[in-house]
Each structure stands twice: as structure tokens, then as C-alpha cells.
């Protein structure tokens, strides 16, 4: 995710002027630039910079688990289980646990959004679901795009067939 001088700014504590003399001297570069030359950052770019980065040798997942209706609660239990499994088999560590009860056609979904909203700053390596379709039904390839731009690696190697 690409965010601007002003937001950098924010996050190191130092003024705009500063962040342009720190490029000028090649310090601190910006990762791009838009058509109206205005400098844009990537936000692991300036995670590494102040050293808030993880080490890369452990995998970090979150894991989102749906089931349409209330009575297939048993069956949220044994995905998420089934999840913290197959992450804990690996060595990864698990940052995050999100779960709904809704259909996959509702886009309000309260854990999923939290879930898209927790990912700038979580950072997981993989979103580990069982299937797609517990995601949602359609749009999956949006969330994927979100995804790829900021970064992550989405899919999760369970959802590869």
C-alpha cells in the first residue's frame, strides 16, 4: 500500500520538509511517483525504515473461518481448528483468528471487515481459509487484487488445488 509524504510524516515524526531533504540525500527514498510528481511510499518500505519489520524467518498468518447459520456453529469450530492445525504443523505463527456467521453473499460481514481493515498493519505472510466460497461467493479476485497490492502473499497454499 502507497501512502503519501504527509502520512509518512505522521508515522516517523518528522516534518514534510525533512522527508524531501532525506530523499535529496538518498536516505529515505520514496518507493513512487504519480503523474503530479508527488511522492508516495510503500508502507513496509517505511515499517523497515523504523525498524518496526519482522524477522522474515517466521511466517505470520490470520485465519477466517464463515458458516452460513447459527446451526453450524460446530462446523466453525472444526475449521478454525482445522486452521491452527495446519498453521501450527508449519511453524507459523497466528496473528489473527476472524469468524462469521453470515451468508457468503452478505458483504456486511463484521470479522471480515475487520479482518481486510487489520491487514495494513498485521502484515501476514497468508489469510488462511478452508475454501474460497468461505471468503465470499463472489469477488474473491478483488480481495486477492487488495491483496497483491499491498503486498501479502493472500491465497493460502490450503487454497491452492
Known sequence: MFISIGQVSRLVGVSKSTLRRWE????????????GNHRRY??????????????KTEKEVVIYARVSSGRQKEDLKRQIESLENYARERNWRITGVYKDIASGLN???????????????KLPDYVLCTYRDRIARFGTRLLEQF?????????SPRLRR
Open 42 to 55: 510503500l508502507y513496509k518500505t517505511i515499517m523497515n525504515f523504523l525498524g518496526l519489520s519482522r524477522d
Open 107 to 121: 458483504d456486511g460481514r463484521k470479522d471480515l471487515l475487520r479482518m481486510i481493515s487489520d491487514l495494513p498493519t
Open 24 to 35: 535529496r540525500d538518498k536516505y529515505l527514498i520514496a518507493d513512487y511517483r504519480t503523474k
Open 147 to 155: 491483496c497483491n497490492i499491498m503486498m501479502y502473499n493472500y491465497w
